[in-house]
């Protein structure tokens, strides 16, 4: 059982250029959100999505576009990188259901913007 | 609003001490509150959730949290901190209003020998 797979691992982008983050999950899982880790900072939401075709901004989406054309995958696009974006970011995935709400997380992708 | 405040953004406690993490949330209804552990260079694994069964939760690794309603908390305990608990704990709410979860800013865990 794979999880929650996201890739790149890590990727270094100049000032402007443009990448897509791709997260897939294996769990049936209806929810599935982007968060951003800096220092010091938490985990602050992008973007999250409570089922195939729906998505919905979260505290902190400029710079950043999603799309969730399947229930198993959530990609996050970043189409004018800026240092700004330097950070770590986490995809997660949960069931919608009230007691199994608790989030699976991937790996983690470190995204260098120079 | 929506928040969920975590008090201390470094603890550092000697091994075999009591280890006490503190999450308050913000929520005008019971909601489901849970606890991460991050360990470095690596991803956020779920040390323990509350649902609503029992206020005091047990989860791995020893740690347990007791959900207060009274004082909106739900801190982290464990009673003997191992050099191995080092790592980074996070508070997460879900707002089942709102159909995502929270988290806290996170707390690092230091164990002196």
């Known amino acids: 059982n794979a999880g929650v797979t996201q890739t790149p691992k890590f990727r270094i982008l100049k000032i402007g250029q443009s990448m897509t983050l791709q997260c897939t999950q294996d769990?049936?899982?209806?929810?599935m959100y982007w968060y951003r880790q800096d220092p010091g900072m938490g985990l602050k939401l992008i973007y999250y999505?409570?089922?195939?075709?729906?998505?919905d901004k979260g505290e902190v989406p400029n710079g950043y576009n999603v799309s969730r054309s399947t229930t198993e995958d959530f990609p996050l696009r970043l189409e004018l990188a800026a240092p700004s974006q330097t950070s770590v970011y986490f995809c997660a995935s949960s069931y919608s259901q009230a007691m199994n709400t608790e989030a699976f997380f991937g790996q983690g992708t470190r995204l260098t913007v120079v | 609003a929506q928040s969920v405040t975590q008090l201390g953004s470094h603890v550092s406690v000697s091994e075999g001490a009591l280890v006490l993490l503190r999450c308050n949330y913000s929520s005008s209804v019971p909601p489901y509150l849970f606890w991460y552990v991050q360990y470095p260079n690596q991803g956020l694994q779920l040390l323990l959730k509350y649902t609503s069964a029992a206020t005091l939760v047990k989860g791995i690794n020893g740690f347990e949290a007791e959900f207060k309603k009274s004082e909106t908390s739900f801190h982290l305990t464990k009673p003997s901190a191992h050099m191995s608990d080092a790592a980074e704990y996070f508070c997460?709410?879900?707002?089942?209003?709102?159909?995502?979860?929270?988290f806290g800013s996170g707390t690092r865990l230091s164990i002196r020998p």
């Open positions: 769990m049936n899982h209806n929810y």
């Open positions: 997460a709410v879900f707002y089942s209003s709102a159909s995502k979860i929270i």
């Open positions: 999505s409570v089922g195939a075709g729906i998505t």
